[in-house]
């Protein structure tokens, strides 16, 4: 069942310990969702796509071969910025022991943003590409969702309504689905707001505290709202 911790996952991992099977499992498909992200991140860092390719799954099985992620605390609020330190906290570690190696055992501590102009930039470039793989996520399991229930035509219809760009015409949809206006404009209202239950259910499953999630989704939708 691959949706079996979706509303949960994070909760899950902050507050098992040990092999817990179900936090390692939520863990596993928290990371694989929010790769690129990862990628990203460490691709304006490094400059070099192979590089980065390798820090990134170096990155991802150093954090699943951990033992626990610990207690749950307001630094782990959520996984977004959980992941985010961890990332830093690996590129830090790595360079370092690249200077230990350079300097023959000699181990220097460089503050490793010191050396990435506009970090501050770099970290609302991370949150932009997380709040896109969030999107892509719940676009992703919507069509899946109508395509299981039959609906599969009438969601290839009206999705140009829910990527927030130009939209299609709404003549032709009528066309194609055999729709009066008012009927179309209900199945839009409808499919829009299945997204963007979905988004909240994305974002759900990436916060300890529920009371979190207005706030979670609230921030992401304005950091999209700044990329366009």
């Known amino acids: 069942m691959p949706h079996a911790f979706h509303a949960t996952r994070w909760t899950l991992v902050t507050r ?4 817990d099977e179900s936090a ?3 863990l596993s498909e928290l990371c694989e969702i929010y790769y690129e992200p990862v990628l990203h991140f460490i691709e304006v860092r490094s400059r070099d796509a192979d590089r980065a390719r390798e820090l990134t799954h170096g990155f991802f099985e150093e954090l699943l071969s951990r033992e626990n992620i610990g207690s749950p605390d307001p630094s782990r609020g959520r ?4 992941l985010l330190g961890a990332v830093k906290h690996f590129l830090a570690k790595h360079h370092q022991s690249q200077l230990t190696q350079k300097r ?3 181990l220097e501590q460089v503050p490793l943003d010191e050396h990435i102009p506009d970090a ?3 970290a609302t470039r991370f949150d932009r590409d997380w709040a896109f793989a969030l999107i892509r996520r719940a676009h992703q399991a919507l069509e899946a969702e ?3 229930s039959g609906k599969g035509e009438l969601f290839q219809t009206l999705k140009p309504w829910l990527d927030g760009g130009p939209t299609a015409s709404r003549e032709a949809a009528c066309r194609e689905l055999g729709l009066e206006a008012n009927a179309l404009n209900v199945a839009i209202h409808r499919l829009r707001e299945r997204f963007r239950a979905q988004v909240r259910s994305e974002v759900e499953s990436t916060v300890a505290d529920p009371t979190e999630v207005r706030a979670e989704f ?3 939708v304005d950091v ?3 990329h366009r």
């Open 79 to 82: 996984f977004r910025s959980y």
């Open 218 to 220: 609230r921030y992401l």
């Open 16 to 19: 098992a310990t040990g092999r």
């Open 120 to 122: 501050a930039d770099d």
């Open 104 to 106: 023959g055992g000699e």
């Open 24 to 26: 390692r499992t939520a």
């Open 146 to 148: 109508m395509t299981a």
């Open 224 to 226: 999209l709202a700044e």
